[in-house]
């Protein structure tokens, strides 16, 4: 992480501790969907089944985020995006039998409690909040590679009960698609930059530290959790570096154009306006 034309030092502690309550704002749907989900197994035996609770709270949260203008229409519309392909990616991985939905509900379809995409759903409020509170852009990214890649990752993790796995290769041409990539981010009244694929992988751990917490908290259980609940393994942190990368090209193609993210290509100069830094959206997605 290097400083981009930072006019003068600022106190590490300081920006630090900014950087973290930035997160902590970024964080704020899946963090309280997490805390829903642990404070739903606490509640006494109730008339309705607990994961219909949870999609209800799901709704909820969704709703007052946009009524509170945390998120924009655009931002609902991306979450809602992740919120299917999420779903589509639980129906599929159960079926598998990769991981179960023990208790029963009537919003289960296939073994699978339709609150379920709002775990995905959740990642996508993080990356478009993120966007807009740390004022995002991106320079030199590859826009149409990486859109193909990040289709075939997501393929790939319905395949391989088939196929041969292609994780591993498709990592090496995820590498090579955000080579010189660099994700800009401002902390305070200092800008900032790290390689994007750095980012996805810091994203990756904290998913795997999340989905720890999440299985914990009974959203959801692994075939060796049933007896009891135990870390989930270390893999997974490779496979959410990995699946970052589907919503973030969804969040960078149809919310970071909007009003406060910029996407540049290696040929592209900003242009500032009074409403943050936009490149063309023509240049940048021709």
């Given at each position: 992480?290097?400083?981009?034309?930072?006019?003068?030092?600022?106190?590490p502690?300081?920006?630090?501790?900014?950087?973290?309550l930035?997160?902590?704002?970024?964080?704020?749907?899946?963090?309280?969907?997490?805390?829903?989900?642990?404070?739903?197994g606490?509640?006494?035996?109730l008339?309705?089944?607990?994961?219909?609770?949870?999609?209800?709270?799901?709704?909820?949260?969704?709703?007052?985020?946009?009524?509170?203008?945390?998120?924009?229409?655009?931002d609902?519309?991306?979450?809602a995006?992740?919120?299917?392909?999420?779903?589509?990616?639980?129906?599929?991985?159960?079926?598998?039998?990769?991981?179960?939905?023990?208790?029963?509900?009537?919003?289960?379809?296939?073994?699978?409690?339709?609150?379920?995409?709002?775990?995905?759903?959740?990642?996508?409020?993080y990356?478009?909040?993120?966007?807009?509170?740390?004022?995002?852009?991106?320079?030199?990214?590859?826009?149409?590679?990486?859109?193909?890649?990040?289709?075939?990752?997501?393929?790939?993790?319905?395949?391989?009960?088939?196929?041969?796995?292609?994780?591993?290769?498709?990592?090496a041409?995820?590498?090579?698609?955000?080579?010189?990539?660099?994700?800009?981010?401002?902390?305070g009244?200092?800008?900032?930059?790290?390689?994007?694929?750095?980012?996805?992988?810091?994203?990756?751990?904290?998913?795997?530290?999340?989905?720890?917490?999440?299985?914990?908290?009974?959203?959801?259980?692994?075939?060796?959790?049933?007896?009891?609940?135990?870390?989930?393994?270390?893999?997974?942190?490779?496979?959410?570096?990995?699946?970052?990368?589907?919503?973030?090209?969804?969040?960078?193609?149809?919310?970071?154009?909007?009003?406060?993210?910029?996407?540049?290509?290696?040929?592209s100069?900003?242009?500032?306006?009074?409403?943050?830094r936009?490149?063309?959206?023509?240049?940048?997605?021709?």
């Amino acid at each position: 992480m290097r400083p981009n034309e930072t006019p003068q030092p600022a106190n590490p502690a300081g920006q630090l501790l900014r950087f973290g309550l930035l997160q902590a704002r970024c964080c704020a749907f899946p963090v309280a969907l997490v805390l829903g989900i642990g404070a739903s197994g606490l509640l006494p035996e109730l008339p309705v089944a607990r994961y219909d609770l949870v999609l209800l709270y799901g709704v909820g949260l969704t709703v007052l985020a946009r009524k509170a203008g945390w998120d924009s229409a655009r931002d609902t519309a991306v979450i809602a995006a992740c919120h299917v392909i999420g779903l589509l990616f639980e129906l599929v991985k159960v079926q598998m039998g990769s991981w179960v939905y023990p208790e029963e509900a009537l919003t289960k379809v296939a073994g699978v409690p339709l609150y379920g995409g709002f775990l995905y759903a959740a990642v996508g409020s993080y990356v478009c909040r993120a966007w807009r509170l740390m004022d995002l852009s991106l320079d030199r990214y590859r826009a149409r590679p990486m859109a193909v890649l990040a289709a075939l990752v997501y393929l790939n993790f319905f395949t391989h009960h088939w196929l041969p796995d292609l994780r591993w290769p498709l990592a090496a041409l995820l590498l090579l698609a955000l080579w010189g990539t660099w994700v800009h981010y401002t902390v305070g009244a200092v800008r900032y930059r790290m390689p994007l694929s750095l980012a996805f992988v810091l994203i990756g751990f904290f998913l795997w530290v999340a989905e720890n917490a999440a299985t914990y908290a009974g959203a959801w259980s692994y075939p060796d959790q049933l007896d009891g609940w135990q870390p989930v393994p270390l893999a997974k942190f490779a496979a959410w570096s990995l699946l970052i990368s589907v919503t973030f090209v969804i969040a960078a193609r149809y919310a970071a154009v909007q009003t406060y993210g910029v996407v540049t290509p290696s040929t592209s100069k900003p242009r500032r306006s009074r409403i943050g830094r936009l490149w063309s959206e023509a240049s940048t997605w021709r």
